[in-house]
């Protein structure tokens, strides 16, 4: 299998303060990994300084993505290389429409326009899929949208991008049952149209129910402490974090 | 002529309390307007409109300004017990063009007034608007988008006098200043003995582009009446870097981030056009000024 | 709408007392060449301060009257005594003071607030200082503590003469002139570079006599990293005619320097209180304004600070209360210069009994002021509808990277939070102060704790009578 995601020895710090100390992981065309560990470990950070927010500066290490070493690729660069962040607080952007946000972005990346007639078509079937009303399309982007609606919106720009690979920070918390479903369901929609490998920051089991995990990393102190398969889920689940040293 | 003031003048060094474009309007022409309309303006001209709304009628006005010389516009608005007058503004002027707007307006009885300007042009704009809300329940509501860029002169004032009961007014001015732009917005609500459980809300937000700004903001609320509320909120600066790294992750870079932030601000008006050729002739003009 | 009673004459008898001052030294009314050369030659002044006077006088005869704010109709120059002296010299004991006049400041607390909690205390009477004082272990770290008069002839007389009204020149406006003309009494503070006065220092003004006018001027150097706390307060009896204030307050605060400048203002409802404060903030100062306004008929006051370091800042802390026969126009300036420098109002004005208060500023963020910072909150409570409520704010920004926020709002007190009170067995009288107290906390919890019980008082005494 071929390797989309390397991650060697990675420091990141925050202002003065090291928040990332040694991170390795790798992560191969198609694999899902999750990711746990207590609050304030890292694993956001981890998220952030993949996609490249300048905040989080790389102080050791590297990231290599599709065979490219990102170190000098400005966060819109690594999006249109097929990389994606679902934010855990979405930014409200006002006078912007969903709609004309995710097609901006789609030509962004494609360096063509988009066809009106079948992009409308894409959007509202996958609107369907995550039982979002189609009038969600022509409101501002997040603008007084709740919580567990941000997240859908997530959800919807991961489906209409198709990212090779995506990040999905704690895109489950915060949402009750019938939308944690209506989540996991938009993710085995994105499996299934792109296959793309994920990396899923998670603290429940339940947005895990229905997809399949290839391998599962705990993380504290800002270090992967522990790798297993989708088993290590459940463990952590029973025991928690304290085995590791928590 | 002198125009723009404020209801209240404050320190005179900071030079907002008039504004005095160069200009004496010559004789106006009169135009009476009972149903919606739309009007196209693209040469210079003194007009008057006097736009009155029957009781329960609702009726919509759209100018279009597109020219390279002064249009100088004074409208007098009478929206009758239950009626509704929207009056809406485009200007996409060319270079050396002007608009002078000065609008008077007189709300009776759970009528409403609402006041649309889409400026994205380039000319000046040089615009004045004074609604008394006389009738108990009646509502002002004025939303302005401007682009101000180099050798152009945006210079705003709204002004909403309380004075029936239960009255409401919304002014909200939203804008970008790219380089060299000069702008200035002025924004009253005032609320006058009687006028109880009146509300009026005033917002601004600049969107600061370019080098060698001048932006002045003069948000008033003045008030004689006790039962009343009243806010206002302003926020200058630049794009927030929160919100761009957010555009930026899903691969939209800072200089599109930009442009798509611009075309948002006119965008978020367009919903309030409700005459489908005027707001496909207006997205048309916006992409031709817009670049 | 509700009935509701008003009390016409609150109980102000803690404040207004006065003295019959037969002794007392007095100059004509009026304003004239004549009378300027008078005061300049009863205070002795050097050659070059007689002739700033004169040149003052001249350029107020020239300047006209703002075009903006209450009016200033009844006050007639013509009518004012510029110059008021008790025949006798300056303490520094209180033993030494008249009794009357004494009598006077132990009333208004002074000396025993000196005692308890100020390093410093300054005490001014009519035109002049009668008392000033310093402890002696703040002295000894350099700190210099005196009437402006002496300093002109000491060791300091350089550095009076660099300063004195070049923060506030004359030409600024008609009564900074004005003052630059007839000025008397105020207060000199010097701090060392690096010294931290970690108590406060207070100059109290008193006018007594009955038309007249007060015009002291205050001059503060806080050196580079000292740090201090000045503490001003203020308050006349109640004539029937005009009385005028037109101090003069100039700040320099220097490289890393702190300066707190609070004052609680409570002139008598005559007072045509127009005051002209401003601050100059060297890099990586930081200035702090609180100011209460309580009394003066007619007040024009907007504490003025010049950020003209990189990464100063300056807060300011403001309330209003203006009652029946005032119209308290007041807010604050400032003028951004420096990189990334902050500024930060935060205003509290209430209105009461037909008065009327006023919320000006003016925020200027220069082109050189590159990410620069502003943030403006303030809040109105309206008691009833005979009074006037005014936000004028303004801001003027000219950079791009400048972040400039500014929130208002105004209201009345809330129904339902007086109903709620009342029904824990308050009084409505008490509801409505509690809560009025409680709208104005943020400016009183940045007071030392005497100075935040009296401005209670005062908020308690100006509600007496209002009951909704």
Same mark, same amino acid.
């Given at each position: 299998?071929?390797?989309?995601?390397?991650?060697?020895?990675?420091?990141?710090?925050?202002?003065?303060?090291?928040?990332?100390?040694?991170?390795?992981?790798?992560?191969?065309?198609?694999?899902?990994?999750? /990711?746990?560990? @207590?609050?304030? =470990?890292?694993? !956001?950070?981890?998220?952030? $300084? *993949?996609?490249?927010?300048?905040?989080?500066? #790389?102080?050791?290490?590297?990231?290599?993505?599709?065979?490219?070493?990102?170190?000098?690729?400005?966060?819109?660069?690594?999006?249109?290389?097929?990389?994606?962040?679902?934010?855990?607080?979405? /930014?409200?952007? @006002?006078?912007? =429409?969903?709609? !004309?946000?995710?097609?901006? $972005? *789609?030509?962004?990346?494609?360096?063509?326009? #988009?066809?009106?007639?079948?992009?409308?078509?894409?959007?509202?079937?996958?609107?369907?899929?995550?039982?979002?009303?189609?009038?969600?399309?022509?409101?501002?982007?997040?603008?007084?949208?709740?919580?567990?609606?941000?997240?859908?919106?997530?959800?919807?720009?991961?489906?209409?991008?198709?990212?090779?690979?995506?990040?999905?920070?704690?895109?489950?918390?915060?949402?009750?049952?019938?939308?944690?479903?209506?989540?996991?369901?938009?993710?085995?929609?994105?499996?299934?149209?792109?296959?793309?490998?994920?990396?899923?920051?998670?603290?429940?089991?339940?947005?895990?129910?229905?997809?399949?995990?290839?391998?599962?990393?705990?993380?504290?102190?800002?270090?992967?402490?522990?790798?297993?398969?989708?088993?290590?889920?459940?463990?952590?689940?029973?025991?928690?974090?304290?085995?590791?040293?928590? | 002529?002198?125009?723009?003031?404020?209801?209240?003048?404050?320190?005179?060094?900071?030079?907002?309390?008039?504004?005095?474009?160069?200009?004496?309007?010559?004789?106006?022409?009169?135009?009476?307007?009972?149903?919606?309309?739309?009007?196209?303006?693209?040469?210079?001209?003194?007009?008057?409109?006097?736009?009155?709304?029957?009781?329960?009628?609702?009726?919509?006005?759209?100018?279009?300004?597109?020219?390279?010389?002064?249009?100088?516009?004074?409208?007098?608005?009478?929206?009758?017990?239950?009626?509704?007058?929207?009056?809406?503004?485009?200007?996409?002027?060319?270079?050396?063009?002007?608009?002078?707007?000065?609008?008077?307006?007189?709300?009776?009885?759970?009528?409403?007034?609402?006041?649309?300007?889409?400026?994205?042009?380039?000319?000046?704009?040089?615009?004045?608007?004074?609604?008394?809300?006389?009738?108990?329940?009646?509502?002002?509501?004025?939303?302005?988008?401007?682009?101000?860029?180099?050798?152009?002169?945006?210079?705003?004032?709204?002004?909403?006098?309380?004075?029936?009961?239960?009255?409401?007014?919304?002014?909200?001015?939203?804008?970008?200043?790219?380089?060299?732009?000069?702008?200035?917005?002025?924004?009253?609500?005032?609320?006058?003995?009687?006028?109880?459980?009146?509300?009026?809300?005033?917002?601004?937000?600049?969107?600061?582009?370019?080098?060698?700004?001048?932006?002045?903001?003069?948000?008033?609320?003045?008030?004689?009446?006790?039962?009343?509320?009243?806010?206002?909120?302003?926020?200058?600066?630049?794009?927030?870097?929160?919100?761009?790294?957010?555009?930026?992750?899903?691969?939209?870079?800072?200089?599109?981030?930009?442009?798509?932030?611009?075309?948002?601000?006119?965008?978020?008006?367009?919903?309030?056009?409700?005459?489908?050729?005027?707001?496909?002739?207006?997205?048309?003009?916006?992409?031709?000024?817009?670049? | 709408?509700?009935?509701?009673?008003?009390?016409?004459?609150?109980?102000?008898?803690?404040?207004?007392?006065?003295?019959?001052?037969?002794?007392?030294?007095?100059?004509?009314?009026?304003?004239?060449?004549?009378?300027?050369?008078?005061?300049?030659?009863?205070?002795?002044?050097?050659?070059?301060?007689?002739?700033?006077?004169?040149?003052?006088?001249?350029?107020?005869?020239?300047?006209?009257?703002?075009?903006?704010?209450?009016?200033?109709?009844?006050?007639?120059?013509?009518?004012?005594?510029?110059?008021?002296?008790?025949?006798?010299?300056?303490?520094?004991?209180?033993?030494?003071?008249?009794?009357?006049?004494?009598?006077?400041?132990?009333?208004?607390?002074?000396?025993?607030?000196?005692?308890?909690?100020?390093?410093?205390?300054?005490?001014?009477?009519?035109?002049?200082?009668?008392?000033?004082?310093?402890?002696?272990?703040?002295?000894?770290?350099?700190?210099?503590?005196?009437?402006?008069?002496?300093?002109?002839?000491?060791?300091?007389?350089?550095?009076?003469?660099?300063?004195?009204?070049?923060?506030?020149?004359?030409?600024?406006?008609?009564?900074?002139?004005?003052?630059?003309?007839?000025?008397?009494?105020?207060?000199?503070?010097?701090?060392?570079?690096?010294?931290?006065?970690?108590?406060?220092?207070?100059?109290?003004?008193?006018?007594?006599?009955?038309?007249?006018?007060?015009?002291?001027?205050?001059?503060?150097?806080?050196?580079?990293?000292?740090?201090?706390?000045?503490?001003?307060?203020?308050?006349?009896?109640?004539?029937?005619?005009?009385?005028?204030?037109?101090?003069?307050?100039?700040?320099?605060?220097?490289?890393?320097?702190?300066?707190?400048?609070?004052?609680?203002?409570?002139?008598?409802?005559?007072?045509?209180?127009?005051?002209?404060?401003?601050?100059?903030?060297?890099?990586?100062?930081?200035?702090?304004?609180?100011?209460?306004?309580?009394?003066?008929?007619?007040?024009?006051?907007?504490?003025?600070?010049?950020?003209?370091?990189?990464?100063?800042?300056?807060?300011?802390?403001?309330?209003?209360?203006?009652?029946?026969?005032?119209?308290?126009?007041?807010?604050?300036?400032?003028?951004?210069?420096?990189?990334?420098?902050?500024?930060?109002?935060?205003?509290?004005?209430?209105?009461?009994?037909?008065?009327?208060?006023?919320?000006?500023?003016?925020?200027?963020?220069?082109?050189?002021?590159?990410?620069?910072?502003?943030?403006?909150?303030?809040?109105?409570?309206?008691?009833?509808?005979?009074?006037?409520?005014?936000?004028?704010?303004?801001?003027?920004?000219?950079?791009?990277?400048?972040?400039?926020?500014?929130?208002?709002?105004?209201?009345?007190?809330?129904?339902?939070?007086?109903?709620?009170?009342?029904?824990?067995?308050?009084?409505?009288?008490?509801?409505?102060?509690?809560?009025?107290?409680?709208?104005?906390?943020?400016?009183?919890?940045?007071?030392?704790?005497?100075?935040?019980?009296?401005?209670?008082?005062?908020?308690?005494?100006?509600?007496?009578?209002?009951?909704?």
């Amino acid at each position: 299998m071929s390797k989309l995601l390397e991650v060697s020895n990675l420091h990141v710090s925050v202002g003065e303060k090291e928040i990332l100390k040694g991170v390795d992981l790798t992560i191969n065309a198609g694999e899902v990994h999750v /990711l746990m560990g @207590p609050n304030g =470990t890292g694993k !956001s950070t981890l998220g952030f $300084a *993949l996609i490249g927010n300048p905040k989080y500066e #790389v102080t050791e290490g590297k990231i290599v993505f599709k065979g490219e070493d990102l170190s000098d690729v400005e966060v819109n660069n690594r999006a249109k290389k097929g990389m994606f962040l679902s934010f855990q607080n979405p /930014l409200e952007v @006002p006078g912007v =429409t969903l709609s !004309s946000f995710i097609r901006s $972005a *789609l030509e962004q990346k494609t360096g063509e326009r #988009v066809k009106l007639w079948e992009f409308k078509k894409k959007l509202d079937a996958t609107l369907d899929i995550l039982q979002m009303d189609h009038s969600y399309a022509e409101r501002d982007l997040n603008v007084g949208f709740s919580g567990g609606e941000k997240k859908k919106a997530e959800i919807l720009q991961l489906l209409m991008l198709e990212p090779e690979f995506a990040i999905l920070d704690e895109t489950d918390s915060g949402l009750d049952v019938d939308a944690v479903r209506t989540v996991s369901a938009g993710i085995e929609e994105y499996q299934k149209r792109v296959g793309g490998g994920l990396l899923i920051i998670t603290h429940s089991t339940k947005i895990l129910e229905s997809i399949h995990v290839d391998q599962t990393h705990v993380m504290i102190g800002g270090t992967i402490v522990k790798t297993g398969d989708s088993s290590l889920v459940d463990i952590v689940n029973e025991k928690g974090f304290e085995s590791y040293g928590e | 002529m002198k125009m723009n003031q404020l209801p209240a003048f404050t320190f005179a060094k900071l030079d907002l309390n008039f504004a005095e474009p160069d200009y004496e309007p010559g004789k106006t022409k009169e135009i009476k307007i009972t149903e919606s309309s739309v009007i196209n303006y693209n040469e210079a001209s003194d007009v008057k409109l006097k736009i009155t709304a029957e009781e329960n009628k609702e009726i919509s006005v759209f100018v279009l300004f597109t020219a390279r010389d002064t249009l100088y516009l004074k409208a007098e608005l009478e929206a009758k017990k239950a009626s509704k007058i929207k009056l809406v503004e485009i200007d996409a002027s060319l270079n050396e063009g002007r608009l002078i707007s000065d609008v008077r307006g007189e709300c009776k009885e759970d009528a409403k007034i609402e006041l649309v300007q889409v400026f994205p042009g380039l000319g000046d704009i040089y615009s004045d608007c004074t609604i008394e809300l006389t009738g108990d329940r009646s509502f002002f509501e004025s939303r302005t988008s401007y682009l101000s860029r180099k050798g152009k002169k945006t210079d705003l004032n709204y002004v909403a006098n309380h004075r029936g009961k239960d009255t409401l007014s919304e002014i909200h001015a939203d804008g970008i200043l790219k380089d060299g732009a000069e702008k200035t917005c002025r924004q009253t609500v005032n609320f006058i003995s009687g006028a109880a459980g009146s509300k009026g809300h005033e917002t601004e937000h600049v969107l600061l582009l370019g080098d060698d700004i001048v932006n002045k903001s003069v948000p008033l609320i003045l008030c004689t009446e006790e039962d009343v509320e009243g806010t206002h909120g302003a926020a200058l600066g630049s794009l927030d870097d929160e919100m761009l790294f957010y555009l930026e992750s899903r691969g939209i870079g800072r200089e599109d981030a930009e442009k798509l932030i611009i075309n948002a601000t006119f965008n978020k008006l367009l919903r309030y056009i409700d005459d489908e050729e005027t707001k496909e002739k207006t997205e048309h003009l916006l992409e031709e000024v817009l670049v | 709408m509700e009935d509701k009673t008003y009390v016409e004459d609150i109980d102000r008898s803690l404040y207004d007392f006065r003295n019959a001052d037969e002794d007392a030294y007095r100059l004509k009314d009026g304003l004239t060449e004549e009378i300027v050369l008078q005061i300049s030659k009863e205070k002795n002044d050097p050659d070059w301060m007689r002739d700033l006077r004169l040149k003052c006088l001249e350029i107020y005869q020239k300047t006209d009257m703002p075009v903006w704010g209450p009016s200033i109709e009844g006050l007639d120059m013509d009518h004012i005594a510029t110059y008021v002296r008790k025949n006798t010299k300056m303490a520094d004991n209180w033993d030494a003071v008249p009794a009357e006049v004494k009598d006077t400041f132990e009333k208004l607390g002074i000396p025993e607030a000196e005692r308890k909690s100020l390093a410093g205390v300054g005490a001014q009477y009519d035109s002049e200082l009668v008392y000033h004082n310093i402890r002696e272990d703040v002295a000894k770290l350099g700190v210099i503590y005196t009437d402006i008069e002496s300093a002109l002839y000491g060791e300091y007389a350089d550095m009076i003469k660099e300063h004195f009204m070049t923060l506030v020149p004359p030409t600024d406006h008609k009564f900074a002139a004005l003052h630059g003309a007839v000025w008397s009494g105020g207060s000199f503070v010097y701090v060392p570079k690096g010294v931290k006065v970690d108590i406060p220092l207070q100059s109290y003004f008193r006018l007594n006599a009955k038309g007249a006018g007060q015009f002291e001027h205050t001059l503060i150097i806080v050196d580079e990293g000292a740090d201090l706390h000045f503490i001003e307060g203020c308050s006349a009896p109640k004539y029937n005619v005009a009385n005028l204030h037109a101090g003069c307050v100039e700040l320099f605060v220097h490289k890393n320097a702190r300066l707190r400048y609070s004052t609680i203002e409570n002139w008598s409802k005559n007072m045509y209180n127009l005051n002209t404060k401003r601050a100059l903030v060297e890099e990586g100062a930081k200035m702090e304004w609180v100011s209460g306004s309580f009394g003066s008929h007619i007040s024009y006051l907007y504490p003025t600070t010049i950020l003209k370091g990189d990464d100063s800042t300056m807060e300011f802390t403001g309330i209003s209360f203006a009652n029946t026969d005032q119209n308290l126009d007041t807010g604050a300036k400032v003028i951004q210069l420096g990189k990334r420098t902050s500024s930060y109002m935060n205003t509290r004005s209430i209105s009461k009994g037909g008065g009327v208060s006023t919320f000006r500023s003016s925020i200027e963020i220069r082109k050189s002021a590159e990410y620069s910072k502003s943030s403006v909150s303030c809040a109105s409570l309206m008691l009833d509808s005979i009074s006037r409520s005014d936000t004028i704010p303004a801001m003027d920004i000219r950079t791009k990277t400048a972040d400039v926020g500014h929130e208002a709002q105004i209201g009345k007190i809330s129904d339902d939070a007086v109903f709620y009170l009342m029904s824990r067995g308050m009084s409505e009288e008490d509801a409505r102060a509690l809560i009025v107290s409680g709208f104005a906390e943020d400016v009183s919890k940045e007071l030392p704790l005497e100075y935040a019980i009296e401005m209670n008082n005062l908020i308690r005494l100006e509600m007496k009578g209002s009951i909704g």
